[in-house]
Protein backbone atom coordinates (compact mmCIF):
# COMPACT_ATOMS: atom_id res chain seq x y z
CA UNK A 1 0.00 0.00 0.00
CA UNK A 2 0.86 3.48 -0.52
CA UNK A 3 0.62 6.75 2.27
CA UNK A 4 1.71 9.76 1.99
CA UNK A 5 1.78 9.84 5.66
CA UNK A 6 3.78 6.80 6.23
CA UNK A 7 5.99 8.65 3.89
CA UNK A 8 6.32 11.50 5.78
CA UNK A 9 6.21 9.95 8.93
CA UNK A 10 9.53 7.69 7.47
CA UNK A 11 11.31 10.33 5.84
CA UNK A 12 11.42 12.95 9.02
CA UNK A 13 12.36 9.40 11.11
CA UNK A 14 15.52 8.80 8.92
CA UNK A 15 16.14 12.52 8.79
CA UNK A 16 18.60 12.59 10.84
CA UNK A 17 20.57 9.98 9.47
CA UNK A 18 23.50 11.21 7.07
CA UNK A 19 24.31 8.24 5.44
CA UNK A 20 22.19 7.73 2.61
CA UNK A 21 22.72 3.98 2.15
CA UNK A 22 21.83 3.32 6.01
CA UNK A 23 19.00 6.18 5.53
CA UNK A 24 17.96 4.39 2.79
CA UNK A 25 17.82 1.16 4.36
CA UNK A 26 16.07 2.01 7.85
CA UNK A 27 13.51 4.23 5.89
CA UNK A 28 12.84 0.62 3.95
CA UNK A 29 12.74 -1.13 7.22
CA UNK A 30 10.19 1.16 8.93
CA UNK A 31 7.62 1.64 6.20
CA UNK A 32 7.40 -1.97 6.12
CA UNK A 33 6.77 -2.16 9.64
CA UNK A 34 4.03 0.16 9.03
CA UNK A 35 2.90 -1.82 6.09
CA UNK A 36 2.44 -5.18 8.26
CA UNK A 37 0.86 -3.24 11.12
CA UNK A 38 -1.74 -1.55 8.82
CA UNK A 39 -2.92 -4.58 6.78
CA UNK A 40 -3.00 -6.40 10.09
CA UNK A 41 -5.63 -3.51 10.30
CA UNK A 42 -7.04 -3.48 7.43
CA UNK A 43 -7.64 -7.33 7.92
CA UNK A 44 -9.47 -7.33 11.10
CA UNK A 45 -11.97 -5.21 9.54
CA UNK A 46 -10.73 -1.51 10.95
CA UNK A 47 -11.43 1.46 8.06
CA UNK A 48 -7.96 1.90 5.94
CA UNK A 49 -7.76 5.72 6.96
CA UNK A 50 -8.58 4.62 10.75
CA UNK A 51 -6.25 2.09 10.61
CA UNK A 52 -3.16 4.53 8.79
CA UNK A 53 -3.79 6.64 12.09
CA UNK A 54 -3.38 3.82 14.39
CA UNK A 55 -0.36 2.80 12.70
CA UNK A 56 1.33 5.95 12.99
CA UNK A 57 -0.39 6.69 16.78
CA UNK A 58 1.78 3.16 17.75
CA UNK A 59 5.01 4.33 15.79
CA UNK A 60 5.00 7.40 17.90
CA UNK A 61 6.62 10.56 17.32
CA UNK A 62 8.89 10.67 14.54
CA UNK A 63 11.04 13.41 15.83
CA UNK A 64 11.65 11.31 19.03
CA UNK A 65 12.46 8.41 17.09
CA UNK A 66 14.66 10.60 14.40
CA UNK A 67 16.52 12.03 17.32
CA UNK A 68 17.22 8.38 18.89
CA UNK A 69 18.16 7.45 15.44
CA UNK A 70 20.49 10.10 14.72
CA UNK A 71 22.76 9.02 17.81
CA UNK A 72 22.58 5.12 16.94
CA UNK A 73 23.58 6.00 13.44
CA UNK A 74 26.98 8.07 14.47
CA UNK A 75 27.87 9.58 11.10
CA UNK A 76 31.13 7.83 10.55
CA UNK A 77 30.54 6.64 7.67
CA UNK A 78 29.25 10.07 6.80
CA UNK A 79 32.09 11.79 8.02
CA UNK A 80 34.52 9.09 6.46
CA UNK A 81 33.00 9.70 2.95
CA UNK A 82 32.77 13.67 3.59
CA UNK A 83 36.46 12.96 4.23
CA UNK A 84 37.49 11.09 1.30
CA UNK A 85 35.02 13.15 -1.27
CA UNK A 86 37.57 16.40 -0.02
CA UNK A 87 40.79 14.37 -0.80
CA UNK A 88 39.13 13.49 -4.06
CA UNK A 89 38.56 17.30 -4.76
CA UNK A 90 41.80 18.28 -3.57
CA UNK A 91 43.14 15.65 -5.69
CA UNK A 92 41.03 16.61 -8.97
CA UNK A 93 42.38 20.53 -8.15
CA UNK A 94 45.94 19.67 -8.00
CA UNK A 95 45.89 17.43 -11.12
CA UNK A 96 44.27 20.41 -12.52
CA UNK A 97 46.76 22.61 -11.15
CA UNK A 98 49.81 19.94 -12.46
CA UNK A 99 48.45 19.75 -15.97
CA UNK A 100 49.52 23.59 -17.43
CA UNK A 101 52.64 22.29 -15.69
CA UNK A 102 52.82 18.80 -17.26
CA UNK A 103 52.49 20.45 -20.45
CA UNK A 104 55.47 22.90 -19.87
CA UNK A 105 57.99 19.95 -18.98
CA UNK A 106 56.31 18.03 -22.11
CA UNK A 107 57.37 20.86 -23.97
CA UNK A 108 60.95 21.41 -22.85
CA UNK A 109 61.87 17.44 -22.74
CA UNK A 110 61.01 15.76 -25.75
CA UNK A 111 61.70 11.95 -25.21
CA UNK A 112 63.25 9.93 -27.40
CA UNK A 113 62.81 8.75 -31.22
CA UNK A 114 64.94 5.88 -31.19
CA UNK A 115 67.46 5.26 -28.44
CA UNK A 116 68.79 8.86 -28.03
CA UNK A 117 66.55 11.61 -25.88
CA UNK A 118 66.26 15.12 -27.24
CA UNK A 119 66.26 18.19 -25.69
CA UNK A 120 64.55 20.85 -26.71
CA UNK A 121 66.49 23.76 -24.99
CA UNK A 122 63.86 26.62 -23.40
CA UNK A 123 63.19 29.16 -26.14
CA UNK A 124 64.73 32.28 -25.50
CA UNK A 125 62.96 35.47 -27.48
CA UNK A 126 67.00 37.44 -28.69
CA UNK A 127 67.09 39.27 -32.24
CA UNK A 128 69.72 37.92 -34.89
CA UNK A 129 70.37 34.66 -33.81
CA UNK A 130 72.16 33.55 -36.28
CA UNK A 131 73.96 30.29 -35.47
CA UNK A 132 73.52 27.58 -32.92
CA UNK A 133 74.92 24.08 -32.59
CA UNK A 134 73.33 21.99 -29.97
CA UNK A 135 75.13 18.92 -28.43
CA UNK A 136 73.76 16.38 -26.59
CA UNK A 137 75.56 14.97 -23.46
CA UNK A 138 74.78 11.23 -22.12
CA UNK A 139 73.31 11.02 -19.08
CA UNK A 140 70.96 8.36 -17.17
CA UNK A 141 72.50 8.98 -13.98
CA UNK A 142 70.76 7.49 -11.12
CA UNK A 143 70.66 8.13 -7.16
CA UNK A 144 68.76 7.39 -4.32
CA UNK A 145 68.25 9.15 -0.60
CA UNK A 146 65.55 9.59 1.81
CA UNK A 147 62.96 8.48 -0.28
CA UNK A 148 63.87 10.51 -3.21
CA UNK A 149 64.78 8.62 -6.32
CA UNK A 150 66.78 10.81 -8.84
CA UNK A 151 67.00 9.99 -12.71
CA UNK A 152 69.07 12.05 -14.65
CA UNK A 153 66.91 11.78 -18.09
CA UNK A 154 68.54 14.68 -20.40
CA UNK A 155 71.53 16.95 -20.72
CA UNK A 156 72.10 19.06 -23.56
CA UNK A 157 73.64 22.35 -24.51
CA UNK A 158 73.96 24.79 -27.08
CA UNK A 159 76.83 27.45 -28.48
CA UNK A 160 75.13 30.45 -29.60
CA UNK A 161 76.18 33.18 -31.29
CA UNK A 162 73.76 36.42 -32.09
CA UNK A 163 73.63 39.58 -33.76
CA UNK A 164 71.66 41.33 -31.19
CA UNK A 165 73.19 44.14 -29.47
CA UNK A 166 71.54 43.70 -26.06
CA UNK A 167 72.88 40.52 -25.60
CA UNK A 168 75.84 38.31 -24.84
CA UNK A 169 77.71 37.80 -28.44
CA UNK A 170 78.40 34.53 -27.81
CA UNK A 171 77.70 31.74 -26.16
CA UNK A 172 77.28 28.77 -24.16
CA UNK A 173 74.08 27.31 -22.37
CA UNK A 174 73.69 24.21 -20.73
CA UNK A 175 70.48 22.55 -19.39
CA UNK A 176 69.58 19.52 -17.62
CA UNK A 177 66.29 17.03 -16.90
CA UNK A 178 65.87 15.56 -13.60
CA UNK A 179 63.13 13.12 -12.79
CA UNK A 180 62.69 13.51 -9.16
CA UNK A 181 60.19 10.49 -7.54
CA UNK A 182 58.61 10.80 -4.22
CA UNK A 183 55.90 9.22 -3.03
CA UNK A 184 55.54 11.69 -0.13
CA UNK A 185 53.42 14.45 -1.91
CA UNK A 186 54.50 16.95 0.61
CA UNK A 187 58.75 16.44 -0.15
CA UNK A 188 58.16 16.56 -3.95
CA UNK A 189 58.28 20.44 -3.88
CA UNK A 190 61.19 20.74 -1.54
CA UNK A 191 64.06 23.04 -1.77
CA UNK A 192 66.36 20.38 -2.35
CA UNK A 193 66.39 21.63 -5.68
CA UNK A 194 68.02 24.89 -5.20
CA UNK A 195 70.07 22.91 -2.64
CA UNK A 196 72.23 21.28 -5.66
CA UNK A 197 75.51 22.23 -6.79
CA UNK A 198 77.15 21.37 -9.54
CA UNK A 199 81.30 20.72 -10.80
CA UNK A 200 83.18 19.50 -13.56
CA UNK A 201 86.43 17.29 -14.12
CA UNK A 202 88.23 20.75 -15.01
CA UNK A 203 87.20 22.00 -11.67
CA UNK A 204 84.45 24.75 -12.15
CA UNK A 205 81.67 25.10 -9.76
CA UNK A 206 78.25 25.84 -10.43
CA UNK A 207 76.70 26.95 -6.90
CA UNK A 208 73.72 26.07 -5.25
CA UNK A 209 71.13 28.56 -5.93
CA UNK A 210 70.76 29.04 -2.19
CA UNK A 211 73.87 29.69 -1.12
CA UNK A 212 75.75 31.45 -3.93
CA UNK A 213 75.14 35.16 -4.53
CA UNK A 214 73.72 35.91 -7.88
CA UNK A 215 74.29 37.90 -10.46
CA UNK A 216 77.84 39.09 -12.62
CA UNK A 217 79.47 36.01 -14.18
CA UNK A 218 79.44 33.54 -11.02
CA UNK A 219 78.66 30.47 -11.98
CA UNK A 220 75.56 29.55 -10.85
CA UNK A 221 73.02 26.04 -10.72
CA UNK A 222 69.40 27.21 -11.13
CA UNK A 223 66.19 25.98 -12.40
CA UNK A 224 62.19 25.20 -12.28
CA UNK A 225 60.60 22.04 -11.28
CA UNK A 226 57.33 20.86 -13.43
CA UNK A 227 55.08 18.33 -12.11
CA UNK A 228 55.01 15.47 -14.74
CA UNK A 229 53.81 12.43 -13.15
CA UNK A 230 51.71 11.81 -10.08
CA UNK A 231 54.75 11.15 -7.72
CA UNK A 232 57.46 12.76 -10.02
CA UNK A 233 58.63 15.83 -10.58
CA UNK A 234 60.71 17.07 -13.20
CA UNK A 235 63.38 19.34 -12.71
CA UNK A 236 64.93 21.30 -15.71
CA UNK A 237 68.16 23.12 -14.50
CA UNK A 238 70.37 25.15 -16.40
CA UNK A 239 74.13 26.00 -16.11
CA UNK A 240 74.69 30.02 -15.90
CA UNK A 241 77.71 31.23 -17.17
CA UNK A 242 78.64 28.20 -18.43
CA UNK A 243 81.99 27.61 -18.53
CA UNK A 244 82.93 23.65 -18.85
CA UNK A 245 83.75 23.68 -22.62
CA UNK A 246 86.15 20.84 -22.84
CA UNK A 247 85.23 19.04 -19.76
CA UNK A 248 84.52 14.88 -19.69
CA UNK A 249 81.83 15.42 -17.32
CA UNK A 250 79.37 17.58 -15.18
CA UNK A 251 78.04 16.01 -11.94
CA UNK A 252 74.90 17.64 -9.74
CA UNK A 253 75.97 17.35 -6.17
CA UNK A 254 74.14 17.78 -3.20
CA UNK A 255 75.62 17.05 0.17
CA UNK A 256 73.95 18.63 2.82
CA UNK A 257 72.77 16.85 6.55
CA UNK A 258 75.42 14.26 5.88
CA UNK A 259 73.92 12.84 2.79
CA UNK A 260 76.19 12.75 -0.64
CA UNK A 261 74.05 12.92 -3.76
CA UNK A 262 75.65 12.66 -7.00
CA UNK A 263 74.40 12.74 -10.81
CA UNK A 264 77.19 12.69 -13.44
CA UNK A 265 76.68 13.63 -17.05
CA UNK A 266 79.27 12.57 -19.43
CA UNK A 267 79.88 15.16 -22.00
CA UNK A 268 81.82 12.77 -24.66
CA UNK A 269 79.22 10.46 -25.11
CA UNK A 270 76.64 12.63 -27.00
CA UNK A 271 76.49 14.01 -30.26
CA UNK A 272 76.36 17.20 -31.55
CA UNK A 273 73.39 18.57 -33.79
CA UNK B 1 -2.41 -2.03 32.98
CA UNK B 2 -0.20 1.17 32.14
CA UNK B 3 3.40 1.06 33.16
CA UNK B 4 5.74 4.43 33.96
CA UNK B 5 7.40 4.69 30.89
CA UNK B 6 10.70 5.27 32.73
CA UNK B 7 9.96 1.89 34.34
CA UNK B 8 10.69 -0.19 31.07
CA UNK B 9 13.01 2.18 29.72
CA UNK B 10 15.94 0.72 30.94
CA UNK B 11 14.68 -3.03 30.45
CA UNK B 12 13.90 -2.71 26.48
CA UNK B 13 17.48 -4.08 25.35
CA UNK B 14 16.56 -7.05 27.51
CA UNK B 15 13.53 -7.35 26.54
CA UNK B 16 14.18 -7.69 22.56
CA UNK B 17 17.77 -9.89 23.53
CA UNK B 18 15.19 -12.17 25.22
CA UNK B 19 12.72 -12.03 22.41
CA UNK B 20 15.54 -13.04 20.20
CA UNK B 21 16.74 -15.66 22.24
CA UNK B 22 13.99 -18.31 20.70
CA UNK B 23 14.37 -17.47 17.03
CA UNK B 24 15.63 -15.07 14.20
CA UNK B 25 12.71 -12.06 14.43
CA UNK B 26 12.07 -8.59 12.23
CA UNK B 27 10.68 -5.69 14.05
CA UNK B 28 6.76 -6.37 13.62
CA UNK B 29 7.07 -9.79 15.24
CA UNK B 30 9.25 -8.90 17.62
CA UNK B 31 6.43 -5.98 18.54
CA UNK B 32 3.61 -8.83 18.02
CA UNK B 33 5.69 -11.09 20.72
CA UNK B 34 6.76 -8.49 23.40
CA UNK B 35 2.70 -7.87 23.62
CA UNK B 36 2.01 -11.48 23.09
CA UNK B 37 4.57 -12.47 25.85
CA UNK B 38 3.25 -9.56 27.99
CA UNK B 39 0.19 -9.76 27.31
CA UNK B 40 -0.52 -6.34 25.82
CA UNK B 41 1.05 -5.03 28.61
CA UNK B 42 4.39 -3.23 27.42
CA UNK B 43 3.15 -0.65 24.88
CA UNK B 44 6.29 0.02 23.17
CA UNK B 45 6.31 3.00 20.91
CA UNK B 46 7.34 1.19 17.71
CA UNK B 47 9.26 3.65 16.38
CA UNK B 48 11.78 3.28 18.85
CA UNK B 49 12.36 -0.42 18.53
CA UNK B 50 14.55 0.31 15.44
CA UNK B 51 16.96 2.78 17.10
CA UNK B 52 17.44 0.29 19.83
CA UNK B 53 17.76 -2.92 17.40
CA UNK B 54 20.25 -0.71 15.58
CA UNK B 55 22.66 0.05 18.84
CA UNK B 56 22.38 -3.48 19.65
CA UNK B 57 23.79 -4.54 15.81
CA UNK B 58 26.18 -1.92 16.38
CA UNK B 59 27.44 -3.30 20.09
CA UNK B 60 27.58 -6.69 18.17
CA UNK B 61 24.79 -8.01 20.26
CA UNK B 62 22.67 -8.69 17.78
CA UNK B 63 23.27 -9.62 13.53
CA UNK B 64 20.95 -8.58 11.10
CA UNK B 65 20.40 -9.50 7.76
CA UNK B 66 17.34 -9.40 4.97
CA UNK B 67 15.37 -12.12 4.29
CA UNK B 68 12.00 -12.61 2.41
CA UNK B 69 9.61 -13.69 4.32
CA UNK B 70 6.45 -16.61 3.74
CA UNK B 71 4.01 -13.43 2.38
CA UNK B 72 6.74 -12.74 0.01
CA UNK B 73 7.91 -9.32 1.32
CA UNK B 74 11.47 -8.34 1.71
CA UNK B 75 12.94 -8.02 6.02
CA UNK B 76 15.69 -7.45 7.99
CA UNK B 77 15.74 -9.93 10.00
CA UNK B 78 17.70 -10.34 13.44
CA UNK B 79 19.39 -12.77 15.24
CA UNK B 80 21.16 -13.25 18.63
CA UNK B 81 25.20 -13.06 18.62
CA UNK B 82 27.23 -14.88 20.70
CA UNK B 83 27.98 -12.18 22.38
CA UNK B 84 24.57 -10.64 22.30
CA UNK B 85 23.56 -14.18 24.22
CA UNK B 86 26.09 -13.58 26.92
CA UNK B 87 24.53 -9.89 27.40
CA UNK B 88 21.08 -11.21 28.10
CA UNK B 89 22.46 -14.00 30.61
CA UNK B 90 23.83 -10.63 32.14
CA UNK B 91 21.40 -8.57 32.04
CA UNK B 92 18.90 -11.10 33.26
CA UNK B 93 20.64 -11.78 36.41
CA UNK B 94 21.01 -8.07 36.72
CA UNK B 95 17.41 -7.89 36.25
CA UNK B 96 16.76 -10.59 39.03
CA UNK B 97 18.88 -8.87 41.50
CA UNK B 98 17.46 -5.55 40.95
CA UNK B 99 13.74 -6.67 41.11
CA UNK B 100 14.62 -9.13 43.88
CA UNK B 101 15.82 -6.29 45.85
CA UNK B 102 12.86 -3.66 44.96
CA UNK B 103 10.71 -6.65 46.16
CA UNK B 104 12.61 -6.83 49.36
CA UNK B 105 12.51 -3.13 50.09
CA UNK B 106 8.62 -3.36 49.40
CA UNK B 107 8.32 -5.85 51.80
CA UNK B 108 9.94 -4.54 54.55
CA UNK B 109 7.80 -1.18 53.89
CA UNK B 110 4.93 -3.61 55.27
CA UNK B 111 2.23 -1.07 53.14
CA UNK B 112 -1.15 -2.70 54.27
CA UNK B 113 -3.45 -4.54 51.82
CA UNK B 114 -5.74 -2.54 49.74
Request: proline content about 4%; aromatic content about 10%; some cysteine.
Amino acid sequence: MESIRFRRWCSLAVSGIRYKPDRERVYAELYGHMEDRYEALTEAGVPPEEAESRVLAAMGSAEETSNILERVHRPYWAWALWAARCLLLIALLLALLSVPRWIMAQDIVKLPEGQRETFALPYREAQGIRDTRTFYAKPMSRASSDGYRFILTCAAGRHIECDDPDWIEEHDEFYLAVEVFNLRPWAQYSGILREFCAVDSLGNVYGAFNRTPHGGDTPLLSGNAYRTGLCTVTWILSLRNFRSQGAEWIELRYDQGGRDIRLCVDLKGGGTE
Amino acid sequence: MKFDKTLIGGSTALLVLSLLSDGDKYGYEMVLELARRSDNAFELKEGTLYPLLHALENAGDVRAYPRTSPSGRERRYYSLTGKGRRRLMEKTEEWRIFSESVNAVLRASALPDA
